[in-house]
């Protein structure tokens, strides 16, 4: 004979079903199901427990005498149920930059609630990070991937890993294990993006079986290789073939004309003017290896000069961000190279 009790708890109600017993004989390698009608009166984690307990009794269970044990026996099982509030749950955040470089700094938050809301529901946490970076690079070395696919996706999974391996690197969290993964797929990436490029240096989505090489794709891949010669060995030969066939390309007002086919459009960042394709390369060509000796040989003084000025005459008149970001960013690479 087996009785099953539920314990008391503050945080929730009980009551027995209709028609439940909670005392029953059971039988060796036979199971039973008890239940109980709870009421929560917290939410959260709430724990039920609940006990079985052997009884000495001389009755019979079914057809055959119950064994009575000597001893008391008792098995207690606890579980843990999530009791969530009702309605739509509704976060608010608030973020601060503080700047504690002058002394301590304060910052006062708003811990208001609404005028509708379930009891008992409301939370508010804080959380202070010194890098300004923060959770969104928390475990960055599991977004390294190994590049494949085309001339185009094969880029968009190489390039990734170069950005991971400057944080890294910057932040002082670059491990041996870390940069030998990322350093081959560096490494498989940069030989199979070999396999689009044409006799002239510029690159495409199928290689020579495309028409002509894609300005956008050739200036990402020049870039690329750039920020990828700290990790694995780039021959400068392919940036400098690229450098030249960008050249070949820049129009008398100063702008690279937009030539070839790109099927992945997220590449130019939602734009796809000449003004916003020269800012970007123009900022390639000023970054790369933190010298522009060489690629003034290419692309000689007047024409750098002109291409900035673009930049500096004509994105204003835009209304797209990502093309004023292109001609802000261009222009802070000329001003930190200017002051070297």
Same mark, same amino acid.
């Given at each position: 004979?087996?009785?099953?009790?539920?314990?008391?708890?503050?945080?929730?109600?009980?009551?027995?079903?209709?028609?439940?017993?909670?005392?029953?004989?059971?039988?060796?390698?036979?199971?039973?199901?008890?239940?109980?009608?709870?009421?929560?009166?917290?939410?959260?984690?709430?724990?039920?427990?609940?006990?079985?307990?052997?009884?000495?009794?001389? @009755?019979?269970?079914?057809n055959e005498v119950a064994?009575?044990?000597?001893?008391?026996?008792?098995?207690?099982?606890?579980?843990?149920?999530?009791?969530?509030?009702?309605?739509?749950?509704?976060?608010?955040?608030?973020?601060?930059?503080?700047?504690?470089?002058?002394?301590?700094?304060?910052? @006062?938050? !708003?811990?208001?609630?609404?005028?509708?809301?379930?009891?008992?529901?409301?939370?508010?946490?804080? &959380?202070?990070?010194?890098?300004?970076?923060?959770?969104?690079?928390?475990?960055?070395? !599991?977004?390294?991937?190994?590049?494949?696919?085309?001339?185009?996706?094969?880029?968009?999974?190489?390039?990734?890993? =170069?950005?991971?391996?400057?944080?890294?690197?910057?932040?002082?969290?670059?491990?041996?294990? =870390?940069?030998?993964?990322?350093?081959?797929?560096? @490494?498989?990436?940069?030989?199979?993006?070999?396999?689009?490029?044409?006799? @002239?240096?510029s690159y495409s989505a199928?290689?020579?079986?495309?028409?002509?090489?894609?300005?956008?794709?050739? !200036?990402?891949?020049?870039?690329s290789f750039g920020g990828?010669?700290?990790?694995?060995?780039?021959?400068?030969?392919?940036?400098?073939?690229?450098?030249?066939?960008?050249?070949?390309?820049?129009?008398?007002?100063?702008?690279?004309?937009?030539?070839?086919?790109?099927?992945?459009?997220?590449?130019?960042?939602?734009?796809?003017?000449?003004?916003?394709?020269?800012?970007?390369?123009?900022?390639?060509?000023?970054?790369?290896?933190?010298?522009? &000796?060489?690629?003034?040989?290419?692309?000689?003084?007047?024409? =750098?000069?002109?291409?900035?000025? =673009?930049?500096?005459?004509?994105?204003?008149?835009?209304?797209?961000?990502?093309?004023?970001? &292109?001609?802000?960013?261009?222009?802070?690479?000329?001003?930190?190279?200017? &002051?070297?």
């Open positions: 004979m087996v009785k099953v009790t539920l314990a008391e708890s503050n945080q929730f109600t009980a009551r027995p079903c209709e028609g439940c017993q909670y005392t029953l004989c059971l039988c060796a390698e036979e199971s039973r199901t008890f239940k109980w009608i709870l009421t929560p009166t917290a939410l959260g984690e709430v724990s039920v427990k609940v006990s079985a307990e052997a009884l000495k009794t001389e @009755d019979l269970c079914g064994t009575v044990p000597e001893k008391g026996r008792i098995d207690t099982v606890v579980q843990t149920l999530l009791v969530e509030a009702e309605g739509t749950q509704e976060t608010v955040s608030h973020n601060a930059l503080l700047c504690p470089a002058e002394g301590p700094v304060e910052k @006062d938050i !708003s811990l208001k609630l609404p005028e509708v809301f379930v009891e008992g529901s409301a939370k508010a946490s804080l &959380s202070v990070l010194g890098d300004l970076m923060g959770r969104a690079m928390k475990n960055l070395d !599991s977004l390294l991937q190994m590049p494949y696919g085309c001339g185009e996706q094969n880029m968009v999974l190489f390039a990734p890993n =170069i950005y991971i391996l400057n944080y890294l690197q910057s932040t002082r969290q670059l491990t041996m294990e =870390i940069q030998t993964r990322a350093t081959g797929f560096l @490494d498989s990436g940069y030989q199979r993006e070999l396999n689009y490029k044409h006799d @002239d240096g199928f290689g020579k079986s495309d028409e002509s090489g894609n300005t956008w794709l050739t !200036s990402f891949v020049m870039k990828a010669k700290p990790y694995i060995f780039v021959d400068p030969a392919h940036i400098a073939q690229a450098k030249a066939w960008l050249a070949s390309h820049q129009q008398t007002d100063g702008c690279i004309a937009s030539v070839g086919k790109l099927f992945h459009n997220g590449m130019k960042g939602g734009v796809g003017d000449e003004v916003s394709l020269t800012a970007y390369i123009t900022a390639a060509l000023l970054e790369l290896d933190g010298n522009t &000796s060489v690629s003034y040989q290419l692309f000689p003084y007047p024409s =750098i000069f002109k291409m900035l000025l =673009i930049n500096k005459v004509t994105f204003g008149d835009f209304y797209q961000n990502m093309n004023c970001s &292109s001609g802000y960013f261009c222009l802070a690479v000329q001003l930190q190279h200017n &002051s070297k």
